[in-house]
Structures are given as C-alpha cells and as structure tokens.
C-alpha cells in the first residue's frame, strides 16, 4: 500500500482515498510575474512524479495545479514594464509551460487561473462572514478572524499565542488582532479591481486557492501539495478559511517538498540566489535536471551546485549507456519480478525516489552483464514512470555540449586516427585540453600494441582520475566526460 507523509500528521501514514480508485490532488502553483527558477521546478518535478505514480498505481486522479495571475508583484511589474497585466502574466505563463514541458512535467487535469474565480472568492468569503469568521474593516478590507478558528495552528504546530509573540506582524489598526489576515484587499489607484458587497477590491492570495481547490474537487479532497515555504502561512491559512466556511475536513493529506539551497541558504528572488530554469538548461540537459531533482527525496533539501549537476549528468550517462549497449525489448512491467517488486516498493514508501533510482543503477548493471534486452527494457519501462529514460540513447550520449554539458564522444580506430569529435565543456575540471586526450590515447593504443599493459592502464587512470572515462569496442576508443 502506498504511504503518504502527511505534514499535518507528522508520520507516513496509509493512502486511503475518500472514493476508491481516484485521487484528488491540488497544487499551489507559480505567482506569474517572473521566469521560474530552480525552486519552482523542484515543485513541478516531484508533484509531477507524485502524479504519474499515483497513476501508474491504478488510481484515476484529479491534477490540479493553480496559476496566480493576480498580486502585488504582478501590479508592480506590469507597471515597471507599462504594459497591461495581462500582457505580462500570459507572457510568464508561457514562458512556464515551455520550462515545464522541457522538463519533462505532465500538463497538470486542469490549470485554473485566480482572476476566473473571482465569484467563487466573494461567496466563501460571504460565507464566512456569515459565520463569524470574517469582518468587514472601515477601510475596505476585509479581514479573517484567527481567534474564530480553534484549530488555528495545527498543520504548522504553531498556537497563536506563539505566534504573537515571536513573529513579525504587519501592524493595522483596521484589524482587531495582529494575526489576522486579509481576505480582500480594498481598490487602490492603478490596480486592477473586481466589484464585490464591500466595494472594489481584489482578492488576498490565501483566499485563492481555498476558492480553486472547493471549485474543481470540492469541499474535502485527498491531497494538497506545495513547497515547504507555504506550510505556513498559506496553507495553515486555507484550512481556517476551507473549514471554516465548510465546517468539514478540507484535505486528508498535506504534502510538502524541500527547499532548494545554494550555499545552505533557501534559493529564493527575494535573496537574489537563484537560477532559472532557463539558464541552468543553457548548461545542462532538461533530463538531467529532472534526474537531479528526483535524486533526493522530496521532503530534504536539495543542494543546488555544478557539482551535483555533473554529478547527475555522470550517472544518468551511465543508465542511457546501458540502454545503448543493449537495446530495450518492449516489456510489460511485471509487479511482481524481483527489481519491478523493489522499485515499487520503494516508491510506495512516501515516493522514495533515490532508492527506487539504485534499483535502475542495478538493472542497468545486470544489462551490462547479461546482455539481455529484457532487463533493459524492465530500466527503459520504470525509468519511463519517473519521466526519466526518454530519449534514445544516441540521442542523449550525443546530445550538443550548450544543450547538456556532455561532450560528444571522440572515437579512434585501431591505427590512432580520430575518427569522431569530442569536445570537452567550459568549466569542466579536467586540466587536459582536447588535443592532449587525442595524443594520450594514442599513446596508450602504442602501449597496448608493444604489450605494455602496465602503461596503457596507468594512461587510462591518468585520464580517469581527470574525469575522462575510455571505452574500448572493436571500432576503436571513445572518450566521454565523467
């Protein structure tokens, strides 16, 4: 059975849908005023997966994945750039759905947008100021009132009266506690505005999502997701809004994926340490990145380095070199088979990405050994369920150095001539150049004729050790980056 780690709960616990056979799944999505950077593709990656387990499981589920499309930093950069704020967030939605899609990231079901669910805004919070949850201020505003909801609190462990004490508070004298939060915003000069019985305004971003997850999957659903940074608030907000206005359960499992790091410290624009996905995919294959990603397991931080990234880059070379060697067979994944039974296992543990990952590295190696297109198949056929494994081999191991950081691979024959191109990437460790690698392999191809085998494998050592790895076939030598 497949076990969830529930945020709320604080252990794995069993997935036991509310109807069987279908999940239903939300995600917070991306604020569309900039290009994404590393951290939203963590998000889209590892929800991604979480979906197409849940599918490969037999569950028939419901992916939905919002867009805000309205926001304070949405405004100010469509003012920056004088252009409508429509310009500027179908501009970064596309621009979204092309880092996505290169990544590999299935289209979530259904992708709804803040400013289509104005109306379903104004009735929940309608609805909770009919319950005493809300409050109309003298400014406009209207206001959810913390102290209303007893279970304030419980998805992030923090009590109110923690949280007076020893967080930051924005101070308005409109609001009757400083916790409280804003439901909706009263109009300002030069911002886009919506009628509504408190006069014109604009929604507050908590209220959003509570709104989207009610409309498309209801009242109650199975899981909501989100990166770690929402736990609180945004997502302790939506269960006082969600239950508040319903007086039921809002979702049964909350699920929350690491940050990324750069030098220990959240990657984040407001810090200034991040890198879209777009420059990293101007140094790395898209499915490299996605291989980095899923890596880790997606409660603990990723740390974000070239290293890392090569790193990946090596071993998912290592698993299309398998496939290479030893052409997939078309298989039917068997449950059942040992390496299929591990991987499954795996994953069922709270997705559990880096050991269903060892159990590739271990198909790929029997591959190598067995020579069998089966077990390449069983590698192609689960990788597939993780988005990995996708390309053809000669496609990936071949793929244009700007594209993937790999370079291409350099052959000789068995008289010494370079028979292929093998370029080595800018920043790579090594200290040897292209033409020092060409003339070392010679030189090892004259040891190995003059049988001195001690110096052909100290010269394929002092290649390795520089991160250049040979692999000897009857066409001749080739070369490629660790």
């Known amino acids: 059975m497949l076990r969830i780690y529930n945020s709320i709960a604080r252990e794995k616990q069993d997935f036991i849908p509310i109807t069987a056979g279908k999940a239903s799944m939300y995600v917070c999505g991306m604020t569309v005023y ?24 037999g569950f028939d589920v419901t ?4 867009i805000t499309d309205i926001d304070d930093k949405i405004i100010s950069r469509a003012n920056e750039r004088e252009i409508s704020i429509q310009e500027l967030t179908n501009e970064f939605i596309q621009a979204m759905d092309e880092d996505s899609a290169k990544l ?9 947008r803040a400013t289509a669910h104005i109306a379903d805004m104004l009735t929940m919070i309608g609805r909770l100021i009919e319950k005493g949850h809300a409050y109309p201020a003298d400014n406009g505003d209207v206001f959810y009132s913390v102290n209303s909801f007893e279970g304030y609190g419980k998805l992030s462990g923090k009590s109110l009266e923690d ?11 409109f ?14 000069p030069n911002e886009p505005s919506y009628d509504s019985p408190w006069g014109k305004g604009r929604p507050g971003w908590h209220i959003e999502c509570s709104a989207m997850g009610a409309h498309h999957l209801g009242k109650h659903f199975d899981i909501h997701g989100g990166g770690q940074d929402l736990q609180f608030p945004h997502h302790e907000n939506e269960i006082a809004q969600s239950e508040g206005a319903h007086d039921c359960k809002f979702v049964n499992y909350w699920m929350h994926n690491g940050f990324v790091r750069v030098d220990d410290e959240k990657m984040s624009k407001s810090l200034g340490n991040f890198f879209t996905i777009r420059e990293v995919l101007k140094k790395y294959k898209a499915e490299v990145v996605r291989f980095f990603i899923l890596r880790a397991q997606y409660r603990s931080p ?3 380095s070239d290293k890392h990234l090569d790193d990946a880059n090596q071993a998912l070379t290592r698993l299309y070199t398998a496939l290479k060697n030893v052409p997939p067979a078309q298989v039917a994944i068997d449950w059942a088979a040992p390496f299929a039974a591990r991987f499954k296992a795996a994953m069922d543990d709270d997705f559990n990405t880096p050991e269903a990952m060892a159990v590739l590295f271990d198909l790929a190696s029997e591959a190598n050994r067995s020579k069998s297109a089966e077990v390449a198949g069983q590698l192609k056929a689960l990788g597939n369920l993780m988005g990995l494994l996708e390309e053809s081999p000669e496609a990936f191991l071949q793929g244009d150095v700007s594209d993937t950081g790999l370079p291409g691979p350099a052959t000789h024959d068995t008289a010494g001539a370079l028979v292929g191109d093998g370029a080595i990437p800018a920043g790579t460790a090594t200290h040897f150049s292209k033409e020092d690698i060409n003339n070392l392999i010679a030189s090892r191809l004259e040891a190995k004729k003059s049988r001195n085998f001690a110096e052909a494998d100290r010269i394929r050592k002092e290649l390795s050790d520089q991160g ?15």
């Open 34 to 57: 900039d290009y994404c950077h590393l951290g939203h593709a963590r998000v889209m990656v590892v929800f991604d997966m979480v979906n197409r387990w849940l599918r490969a499981s």
């Open 163 to 173: 949280l007076r004490a020893g967080e930051r508070v924005e101070i308005d004298a």
């Open 104 to 112: 590999g990231v299935m289209r979530p079901d259904i992708e709804p």
């Open 175 to 188: 609001k009757r506690d400083p916790m409280d939060f804003v439901l909706w915003k009263a109009a300002k």
């Open 468 to 482: 250049i790895i040979l692999e000897d076939s009857p066409q001749g030598t080739t070369w490629r980056r660790a």
């Open 63 to 66: 992916y939905v994945r919002n």
């Open 302 to 304: 990723l740390n974000y």
